[in-house]
């Protein structure tokens, strides 16, 4: 066992502050990392907020890791001391049920161990996630980094962009495809950028009148202003799909009604309160209601090749590890365009 610095916190809503934890021993198959960079989801507000059920203390948030290795188990073979890697939210699954038989660790049949806050099976006690100085996790649900020039902004790829990469390619986004992407915040505007680079013609719907103007400088095709019932009306059954990336409550069935026959809205986000739907939504012109967690291990490497291949990173801004709490609040009112990623190296 090893003692590790990290920022947590030991009350609901309270701020976070250094704290000590201890990362395992290695295991054969381990590998630890220094963490270098790590995104600001808002899976880790809610869950800070208590909007996920009462959380396991101390709590340490973060899940998109982004580090150097600093040591292997002996049976590792495919990572090198000094290599870039990632981890995203996935840290342990059955491995042989049916989901993980298909590469879909995020729905195993036996409950996934996600990278921070979650009971682990086999230590005993919880995860802690990124916001610390040093990560350990199995090598099968370790990311290998490609190179990119923008590294701080790879990290939220680990999240944000394999939950928006993982629909848009399983409801296959691409030429053709007319595709809706709702809420431009960390997720929404990767979803953007991903759905262009495999060629769907991309409107954006916004709350925000300034995202309205930036859309197209992020690759958007059109954008609308959700509040503008003329630019609403105009698009009624004209999009294949719809991508709902909002964090709070919102009306669902607005966004149904620009469906065209057969299209589906799938919601990622997860506001804390229950969405309604009216019956006539869906009912009228065949349309679905569906949603997507995350994405598999294999698909979340698929995804980071391609968003390197394609240039795609997020943007926004990096704050060091110190500033965690005045990232929280601006993320909480809005205030980020579009994601945070904490420098975890002065810890
Ligand atoms: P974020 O950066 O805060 O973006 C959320 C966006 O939702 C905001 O930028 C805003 O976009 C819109 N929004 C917020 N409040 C709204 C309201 N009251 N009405 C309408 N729109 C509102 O959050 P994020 O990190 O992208 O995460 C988005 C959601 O996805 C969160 O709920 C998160 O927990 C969830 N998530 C799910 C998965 C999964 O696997 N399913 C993975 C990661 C995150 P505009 O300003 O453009 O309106
Ligand atoms: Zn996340």
Redesign the pocket.
Known sequence: MKEVKAYGTNAVSAPLHELTITRRTLRPHDIEFEVLYCGI????LHRLKGEFGEPFFPLVPG??ILGRITALGEEVRDFKIGELVGVG?IVDSCGHCDSCHEGLEQFCEEGVTFSFNSLDKVSGGHTFGGFSKSYVCEDRYVLHMPSFDNLPMAAPLL??GI?VYSPLRHWQAGPGKKVGILGIGGLGHLAVRIAKAMGAEVTVFTTSPSKVADAARLGADHAVLSSDEAAMKALRGKLDFILDTVSAGHDVDRYLGLLRHDGSLVVVGLPSEPLSVAAYSIVRGRRSLSGSN?GGIAETQEMLDFCYQHGIVAEGEVLPISQVNEALDRLERGDIRYRFVLDVTEL
């Open positions: 989801c808002h899976s880790d899940h998109e939210c999240c944000a939950t995350i």
